[in-house]
């Protein structure tokens, strides 16, 4: 009896435990697959976002560099070397040009590059304003985070970044094109750069990318929470499985004592109503062998 409540309990406690397990791997799931879906749809929106980005700055830099290539000539390229060329009208009619162009198209960087003699890229015509901290002046060496672009374009190539660039001044798109001379030559004498602003498209993707980490981050530690809990409760079931096993236990033991002690009674009361009975048995059996003696049955009736 006792092992079929112990096998009983056994059965009720994995089934529990089964509902349990089931639960929890259905809640774990369900978690993955939301911040997974999340981070997926997310992600598409980002690409979605900066695609649009670049697609505006790329239309925005073809038409600025449309417009400014026929102006630029051989000689913006070849007699403007180091600062002592920014004194030449030509530099300050072209300065002044490149920076009228940049800030009626609201253009971060605009400016024109070349190799020197020594073979390094150069600045030579910044479209910035004169006073601007980061105006580059002529003859000054182009950042290493900008020289491929700069040398693919001076290799006759479109450069556009398909990804935001992140520079000593910020996040930036930057598109390069080479410049050719308008002599009927077609010869690439330089390189026309325009930088534009992608500081807030990188702020808000960044802000979005926090948003996705923080569910991420939500969901995990939901799982870590549910396994946690789901422990506690399984220790928590097993105790009382434990405790209420014990209790059965217990009771088949009182059970079996009790049992016991009826069949020792039952035998001790049996043995003692045996033997006067036997004895009875003896002398009712001796008297009918005697029925015509009166002295012997009157002994045994004393007996």
């Given at each position: 009896m006792?092992?079929n409540?112990?096998?009983?309990?056994?059965?009720?406690g994995?089934?529990a435990?089964?509902?349990?397990y089931?639960?929890?791997?259905?809640?774990?799931?369900?978690?993955?697959?939301?911040?997974?879906?999340?981070?997926i749809?997310?992600?598409?929106?980002?690409d979605?976002?900066?695609?649009?980005?670049i697609a505006?700055?790329?239309?925005?830099?073809?038409?600025?560099?449309?417009?400014?290539?026929?102006?630029?000539?051989?000689?913006d390229?070849?007699?403007?070397?180091?600062?002592?060329?920014?004194?030449?009208?030509?530099y300050?009619?072209?300065?002044t040009?490149?920076?009228?162009?940049?800030?009626?198209?609201?253009?971060?960087?605009?400016?024109?590059?070349?190799?020197?003699?020594?073979?390094?890229?150069?600045?030579?015509?910044?479209?910035?304003?004169?006073g601007?901290?980061?105006?580059?002046?002529?003859?000054t060496y182009?950042?290493?985070?900008?020289?491929?672009?700069?040398?693919?374009?001076?290799?006759?190539?479109n450069?556009?970044?398909q990804?935001?660039?992140?520079?000593?001044?910020?996040?930036?798109?930057?598109?390069?094109?080479p410049?050719?001379?308008?002599?009927?030559?077609?010869?690439?004498?330089?390189a026309?750069?325009?930088?534009?602003?992608?500081?807030?498209?990188?702020?808000?993707?960044?802000?979005?990318?926090?948003?996705?980490?923080?569910?991420?981050?939500?969901?995990?530690?939901?799982?870590?929470?549910?396994?946690?809990?789901?422990?506690?409760?399984?220790?928590?079931?097993?105790?009382?499985?434990?405790?209420?096993?014990?209790?059965?236990e217990?009771?088949?033991?009182?059970?079996?004592?009790?049992?016991?002690?009826k069949?020792?009674f039952?035998?001790?009361?049996?043995?003692?109503?045996?033997?006067?009975?036997?004895?009875?048995?003896?002398?009712?059996?001796?008297?009918?062998?005697?029925?015509?003696?009166?002295d012997?049955?009157?002994?045994?009736?004393t007996?």
């Open positions: 006792g092992l409540n112990n096998n009983s309990v056994e059965k009720s994995a089934k435990r089964r509902s349990i089931n639960l929890v791997l259905i809640v774990v799931v369900g978690v993955l697959f939301v911040t997974g879906y999340t981070y749809l997310q992600k598409m929106y980002n979605s976002i900066l695609d649009n980005a505006e700055d790329s239309s925005r830099t073809d038409a600025m560099h449309k417009g400014v290539s026929n102006a630029l000539t051989r000689e390229f070849t007699e403007i070397n180091t600062v002592d060329d920014m004194n030449t009208e030509r300050k009619s072209l300065q040009y490149l920076n009228q162009i940049r800030n009626m198209n609201s253009t971060r960087y605009f400016y024109t590059a070349k190799r020197n003699t020594e073979g390094r890229l150069i600045y030579l015509v910044d479209g910035l304003d004169l601007a901290d980061d105006f580059a002046y002529p003859g182009i950042e290493e985070e900008m020289i491929p672009y700069i040398e693919r374009a001076l290799s006759g190539e450069v556009y970044s990804e935001i660039i992140d520079t000593t001044w910020g996040h930036i798109f930057t598109a390069c094109y410049v050719r001379a308008n002599d009927g030559s077609n010869e690439i004498i330089g026309l750069c325009i930088e534009t602003d992608m500081e807030p498209t990188y702020v808000f993707i960044s802000e979005r990318n926090n948003f996705v980490m923080i569910i991420g981050a939500v969901g995990i530690v939901a799982i870590v929470m549910l396994f946690f809990c789901v422990c506690i409760y399984i220790r928590h079931y097993r105790n009382q499985q434990k405790k209420q096993q014990k209790i059965l217990e009771a088949a033991e009182a059970a079996y004592s009790a049992n016991r002690a069949s020792t039952l035998f001790n009361i049996s043995h003692d109503i045996r033997t006067p009975m036997n004895a009875i048995t003896g002398y009712v059996e001796l008297a009918k062998h005697h029925l015509n003696e009166p012997k049955l009157s002994g045994y009736q007996l």
